[in-house]
Nanobody, 120 residues
Framework: QVQLVESGGGLVQAGRSLRLSCTASGSIFKINAMGWYRQAPGKQRELVATISSGGSKNYADSVKGRFTIASDNAKNTVSLQMNSLKPEDTAVYYC??????????????WGQGTQVTVSS
């Protein structure tokens, strides 16, 4: 089994910054990719940013230039630095991990979600 623990959400004013973190633990052989998704009320879950084990990054157009994703492969962690936050960034943010477990099976896991609220 694998557990994902997220932290760092909260309430901030527009223009300020927040940093989200997610740590994966458990029966992990290799992490292929980690990422962040978000879901606003009444909307579908959408990709925010992903990073592969090789360091390739992918961002949603809406966050390019404002958000930065980073990972520490040795610690199985992924972070999301969010700068210049806007009210439209308000959502529940979910960590996602694509991994190979100790039994060589591939799984995709989701964190429990952390609320980010940006006030205008």
């Amino acid at each position: 089994q694998v557990q994902l623990v997220e932290s760092g959400g909260g309430l901030v004013q527009a223009g300020r910054s927040l940093r989200l973190s997610c740590t994966a633990s458990g029966s992990i052989f290799k992490i292929n990719a980690m990422g962040w998704y978000r879901q606003a009320p009444g909307k579908q879950r959408e990709l925010v940013a992903t990073i592969s084990s090789g360091g390739s990054k992918n961002y949603a157009d809406s966050v390019k230039g404002r958000f930065t994703i980073a990972s520490d492969n040795a610690k199985n962690t992924v972070s999301l630095q969010m700068n210049s936050l806007k009210p439209e960034d308000t959502a529940v943010y979910y960590c996602n991990v694509d991994l190979i477990d100790a039994n060589w099976r591939r799984y995709n896991y989701w964190g429990q979600g952390t609320q980010v609220t940006v006030s205008s």
